[in-house]
């Protein structure tokens, strides 16, 4: 059975980084994407970025272009999410989520998802 | 504002029939498939529908979905007291090249 198990909760300062980790075990990954996704308290998801695990090319939003980093460590088959220059309203749950790698241009469904790390930011 | 549409809110008495909408574009809905997601309080979402209209594994044919032109349709018959969630829809969007979700609908069984 795939499953996804995430960090625990973190609590930041305005302005610094956090980093989340995501590993995954039970299935085959092979043409997979890790894709990160959060949702502030009480809000919907917003898509972040994700990371084709095959080849290890990342695609993120335009939203977090210059504030996101994805990377994967095949050794332990766990990918980790670094969002940068953090700010209150960056506070929110966030999820990994395995997508199928279907050419990059299509609504590859999210099949199955981490159980969340809540980020918190407060000065 | 979310790239697709979806009323807040919908409710039904257990045992009825419910439709939850998602309302797109060509750049989006009118030309890639969508997937609709559960997410039951305090829990991560769970892919409840995929390609428009097929249910993976476990998910009980009380869940139908479609999908006309720009828009989808999420329908839930024989509503019951556990299908009190948020729904939300998603698929890829062209412009934004990424996907992208739709705002959510929070479910009431009345």
Redo the contacts between chains.
């Keep these: 059975q795939v499953q996804l198990v995430q960090s625990g909760a973190e609590v930041r300062r305005p302005g610094s980084s956090v980093k989340v980790s995501c590993k995954a075990s039970g299935g085959n990954f092979n043409n997979y994407i890790i894709?990160w996704?959060r949702q502030a308290p009480g809000q919907?998801?917003?898509?972040m970025?994700g990371i084709i695990l095959t080849f290890g090319s990342v695609?993120k939003?335009?939203n977090f272009q210059d504030r996101i980093t994805i990377t994967t460590d095949e050794s332990t088959s766990t990918t980790y999410m670094v969002l940068r220059g953090l700010r209150s309203d960056d506070t929110a749950v966030y999820?990994c989520?395995r997508?199928a790698y279907c050419g990059g241009?299509?609504?590859?469904?999210?099949?199955f998802?981490?159980?969340?790390t809540l980020v918190t930011v407060s000065s | 504002q979310s790239v697709l549409i979806q009323p807040p809110s919908a409710s039904g008495t257990p045992g009825q029939r419910v439709t939850i909408s998602c309302s797109g574009s060509s750049l989006n809905i009118g030309s890639k498939t969508v997937n609709w997601y559960q997410q039951l309080p305090g829990t991560a979402p769970k892919l409840l529908i995929f390609n428009n209209y097929q249910r993976p594994s476990g998910v009980p044919d009380r869940f139908s979905g479609s999908k006309s032109g720009t828009s989808a349709s999420l329908a839930i018959s024989g509503l019951q007291s556990e299908d009190e969630a948020d729904y939300y829809c998603g698929a890829w969007d062209d412009s934004l090249n990424g996907p992208v979700f739709g705002g959510g609908t929070k479910l009431t069984v009345l």
């Design positions: 894709n996704v919907g998801l917003e898509w970025g695609k939003a335009q999820y989520a997508g241009d299509c609504s590859s469904p999210f099949d998802w981490g159980q969340g």
